[in-house]
């Protein structure tokens, strides 16, 4: 059902992707790009558009507050209009917020904002195996998995609530309620794990900004794939005109320089593969990022005999994501498209600039696969 | 979105009339109220709507909706009422919230009517707003199809940059009787070149001497040329006087006024923002622990409630510090504590025993909220003893450091700091001082400074805005950094120049 205000909403959206009134551009703080902060969490600002009024500069004289603590003492954060947790009528807000959020949270958020499909993993005969493991209590359960604290404990409790505890003869009675029984909660292990395989052109044509690109996005499809799966491997490679395995830190900051060979790097992947990951036990994922200048067009045709031949039949999904770059030509994308466009494994995407992320993201992962 | 009702929800209709009933009890006084039951995207719609189902279509809208549906997810805070000055008073309860959570948000909703209702600043009030806002959207959507949607939108942002420029005394001063602006006797005076009268003509050289029908002679032409001058005094709503004197197409006067009128329908919230949440926290506190709460709902409403006036420690939260102001005022006037007597009273401990039993709290705070906006109402009742009692504190950025500690808990410095917040709604005081600038029909504006700088970017592009609309160079006088200085935008550049006259401009 559409709503008068989702109108609105997404010309403010357009707005501040740039996309319509360049003239508002300058009042944008902060886009709604989310950026990773320590370990675990993340901070996402909320874009806000601030029309410019005569207001006050600097807020030099700070605030007024309330608590306890002495003069010099630190008020920690940033002074603030505070308005409780309700409005009544209309509000005035003009801060761009920040919040933490847990990886688990973003993922299940990112699920639900891309409206992706929870993952299949592939193949009938994945076999599961199941584990019983001891999770908890329960009230009720054989004799043999009783549990003396537990019980104990209940009957302390019950005694002094009633007031029929005596800390001078501490005798405790355990009555039929408070039995506690160990329980136990089955646990799926499946077989089968995942591996992530990202490629992504090095070649003097991939400026800084296209490597920020896929960084943000690689980051995005691995926690998105982390969240699907118990276990999950990732494997990284570089390219020239050379291909080779490499370490994530080094997979990001490196800059080389020389031509383009694609082919390279699908060789090396299919090797690995075929050393490491037996397809019938791996749910395998493939993306490869560049700017789509490739070296030849003999080169492009070997490309694609690899992937028709090596990895498409053995991969969950291989996703293609085409960054632009001043420099390339964006004919890879072409010519993977004329030759595969009927192909539901391979995905192809145009990541323009850090705001087509989302998106990009979008086509790769709602299939499901 | 069905209204509550019997037929619609049978539970809540009977909740209603049941806090109805206290409300009647404890002599509030509202508008016929009804609550309508919505869920949390139509709740975040409607909020970003100010509380209205329809407005002119624009982003900012937009951008309000995308906060808040954000802050929800992201389990940053979550809208509990919604209410608006209308009069019927309507309403919106969170569709899946507890009954308690119902019952609190009614006691507060009604809480507010009353306030509404009762407040002085809101008396010339638009209480059919809402017919009011959808007949403005119709005509800005009118007008986006025929000058097109980037055309209007861009110019209803113009308009934003300039909705602070009004004045809040307006519609007081609307409502006044006007006085004929000529005396009497000035009549007589100026008809005969300044003469003044005298009985025998003999004497006419004495008491007319030339050198003072000459002075008077000058005094008639600064007169009449003062007159004529554009605004005759400064004139703080900026945006009327645009309207008036600025070369509009009538869809842009349209527009304009129509940013104009909100402007001014939401002024006496701002104005009172305290006092109102204040008022209302008050009351649902009353009615739900002394009436409508049951004893299995009391661990969930301490929780909601507490959540409500929490105080963080840069954060000026309007709920506690109101409810607080208002629990004093009916702990003081309850027992005497207030009056000459007790202002000159400087013995602790006769402080402490004071209790005259007036029984007058009640009756004060009704009062009060009838009366006062929140800068007087900081002013009259944030006293020594509650600020000491409250533990506040002023707070202000360490220059070294960039953190922000606690600068003095001293009274005057507190109040003080708290008043200035307040003034104006924390905007600063601008007016038009003449609309024929240097005698070539540019427009002159001065920013009263009283201690604190424009944001000079801001300033400078909110300038530029009322060029637009001026269709002619535009200037400020205002301070930087302790220089007067005017600020000039000629239609292609910006200008700041040093302007001597800034600092004379009596305002």
Known sequence: MISRIDKD????????????????????SRGDMITRKGKDSVSIPMPQIDIPRFVFGDNQEGGVGQGEGEVGDSVGGEPQEGDGSGKAGEGEGDKSVEVEVTLDELAEILGEELGLPRIEPRGEENVETVRDKITGLRSTGPESLRSFKATFKNALKRQIASGTYDPGNPIIVPVREDRRYRSWSQIPRPESNAVIIYMMDVSGSMGDEQKEIVRVESFWIDTWLRSQYQGIES??????????????EVFFKTRESGGTMISSAYRLAAELIENEYDASNWNIYAFHFSDGDNWSVDDTAACIKLLRETLVPVVNQFGYGQVESPYGSGQFIKDLRAAFGDEEKLVTSEVKAKDDIMDSIKDFLKGGR | MPPVSPATAPDLWELQERIKGFVTEFELDCFTTVFEL?????????????????????WRFGMEYDKLMKSYTYGLSKIYELVINTDPCYAYLLDGNALVDQKLVMSHVYGHCDFFKNNNYFKYSDRKMIDGMANHAVRVRRWMDRQGVDAVESFIDVCH?????????????DALPKKAKT????????????????????LDDYVNPPEFIAQQKARAAKEAEARKKVPPQPERDVLKFLLEHAPLESWEADVLGIIREEAYYFLPQMQTKIMNEGWATYWHTKIMTTRALEDSEIIDYADVASGVTAMGPTQLNPYKLGVELFRDIEDRWNRGRFGKDWDECDELAERERWDKNLGLGRAKMFEVRKLYNDVTFIDEFFTEDFCRRQKFFTFAQNRRTGDFEIASREFQKVKQQMLSQLTNAGQPFIYVIDANYLNRGELLLAHRHEGVDLQLGYARDTLRNVERIWRRPVSILTMVDDKPKRIRFDGSEIGISDEPEAAKVSL
């Open chain 1, 235 to 248: 494997r990284y490679i570089i390219h020239d005109a050379t291909a080779r395995l490499v370490e994530r």
């Open chain 1, 9 to 28: 909403h997404r010309r403010f959206r357009e707005i501040v992707r740039g996309r319509i009134r360049e003239n508002l551009r300058k009042y944008v």
């Open chain 2, 183 to 202: 005396n009497k006797d000035e009549d007589i005076t100026t008809q005969e070149l300044g003469r003044i009268r005298s009985e025998k003509n003999y």
């Open chain 2, 38 to 58: 919505i869920d949390y995207r139509q709740m975040c719609e409607i909020a970003a709507y100010g509380g209205f189902p329809v407005r002119y279509p624009h």
């Open chain 2, 161 to 173: 940059s300039l909705d602070n420029l009004i004045d809040p005394w307006q519609p007081f001063r």
